[in-house]
């Protein structure tokens, strides 16, 4: 006869049986039909201290369980259902974590009132070329003696102008005050091994450092080409503008870099559909982190830089080199040219921080270093202001 079962609640880990008719044996009380008792040699289960448990039917949330309360007690934090903290108590509890510091919205919000050296005078990077007669004074009356510092300046034109040469001089006079400064090649290669036999970029910029400055190889390896570092980003070797902008921040911000040149901006983006957008960007960037920075860029046939009207808006400064044909005797006169001759001008069409020349310089290039400078037949009416220290 069976025993009669009990009308309280059933112990699982008790050593009663009843007979089971399914499986003709006896069985511990709890164990479910077909299914080996515990205590039966060769059980896989006999001796372990889960067995019996309900939580063992479902060994990943025994586990679970297990960490939750670990985690609670090493941490020494009140826990909540499931050995978990309730958020909503967190600022309560005796360890909770320090407070956000992140000013959040308020971050790009400017009170005015509350800055100090509220008005500058812009400052100027010499770069020994025409470029530092065109933005002025305050006072209009003198040049400014420098490009603009601490600011992103679009230099366009068509090729073979003397942009690059004017800038590689300026990279050699800024670098040998002792600020560092970086060169970075969208298009050429730089340097190339001697049996290939080539006057490389490295060479050109190398002669036409020693004659800016004077000094010889080695003094100028010393106190001008250990200030300055050249990033290679050419298209086509497959780099983006994405990597560019990865390449720039960590050289920028690794060498605390002030004085950038970059030929060209147009190349950085091969499509040269977002020229101006790339511009925009890199100055944002460049006021963050008081950078100067001169692109050199490409010009249309139309006489507009690449880019367009959008590039000249973006710039804080755009110089403009360009072809002026003397079409009556009348204005050849005036620029000292023949008739019907094409000389060159450059002109600054913009500066946001400075006022600008109103009218074009006629430039010419240095015999030696290939440097825009001010041709000897400026016109009297159109001359270039002084610069004062």
Known sequence: MAKKKSDGPTDILAS?????????????????????????????????????????????????QMM???????????????GLMDPSAIPFAANAPATDNDAGLDADIIRPALLKNRIKNQQGIELGCVLDHLC??????????????????????????GKTRSSLAGLSKVALTGMPVAFVIAEEGFYNPPEFGRDDLC?????????????????????????????QNQYHRGKSWDDF????????????????????LNMLDPTRNRTADNLSALKTYNHEKGITCLCIGQIRDTGMPVGGEALMHTADVVFIVEEMSLGSKEIADFWGGKYREKIEVVS???????????????????????????HASQPADYPLLPIVS
């Open 136 to 161: 002025l004074r305050d006072d209009r009356k003198h040049s400014l003696g420098g490009v603009p510092k601490g600011c992103t300046i679009a230099l366009a034109g068509p090729p073979g102008k």
């Open 348 to 374: 600054v069409v913009k500066s946001v921080t400075t006022p600008i020349l109103q009218y074009p310089i006629r430039i010419d290039r240095d015999p030696e270093t290939g440097v825009m400078i001010a």
């Open 16 to 64: 009663s049986v009843i007979s089971n008719p399914n499986a003709g044996g006896m069985h511990p009380a709890g164990t479910p039909p077909n299914m080996m008792p515990m205590n039966m040699p060769g059980n896989p289960m006999q001796g372990n201290p889960m067995a019996g448990n309900p939580m063992a039917a479902n060994p990943m949330f025994a586990m679970m």
């Open 68 to 82: 939750q309360t670990m985690m609670g007690a090493n941490s020494g934090m009140p826990m909540g259902m499931g």
């Open 203 to 231: 060479s050109r910029m190398t002669k036409i450092g020693l004659k800016t400055t004077g000094l010889g190889e080695e003094e100028f390896a010393q106190k001008v080409l250990s200030n300055m570092f050249v990033m």
């Open 245 to 264: 902008v990865g390449k720039y921040r960590y050289l920028v911000e690794k060498e605390n870099i002030r004085f950038v040149v970059i030929d060209s």
